[in-house]
């Protein structure tokens, strides 16, 4: 498990469905720094402890699909 270390920005968390059919769920941050946006998806068992505009703590969850290494949010949680 990864755990940010900058601030960023809590926007929003989107469900979608693919064009096979299948929903999920994405996770919407912002780096206030470099002004730049990250979506990731989100993990099935998904927390999130923080309002929207919030600047925010992120774990991300590893995990391999095929060759590929992917990075899944397992929670979001207000920074103190």
Same mark, same amino acid.
Do not use: H, W
């Given at each position: 498990? !990864?755990?940010?270390?900058?601030?960023?920005? !809590?926007?929003?968390?989107?469900?979608?469905?693919?064009?096979?059919?299948?929903?999920?769920?994405? +996770? +919407?941050?912002?780096?206030?720094? %470099?002004?730049?946006?990250?979506?990731? !998806? &989100?993990? *099935?068992?998904?927390?999130? %402890? &923080?309002?929207?505009?919030?600047?925010?703590?992120?774990?991300?969850?590893?995990?391999?699909?095929?060759?590929?290494?992917?990075? *899944? +949010?397992? *929670? +979001?949680?207000?920074?103190?």
């Amino acid at each position: 498990m !990864f755990k940010s270390m900058n601030d960023l920005i !809590f926007r929003d968390i989107i469900t979608k469905i693919s064009k096979t059919g299948n929903e999920y769920t994405q +996770v +919407v941050l912002s780096d206030p720094i %470099n002004y730049e946006t990250y979506e990731f !998806f &989100a993990a *099935s068992n998904v927390v999130i %402890n &923080a309002q929207k505009g919030d600047l925010v703590e992120v774990e991300l969850l590893c995990g391999k699909n095929g060759y590929n290494i992917t990075f *899944s +949010v397992q *929670s +979001v949680r207000t920074k103190k």
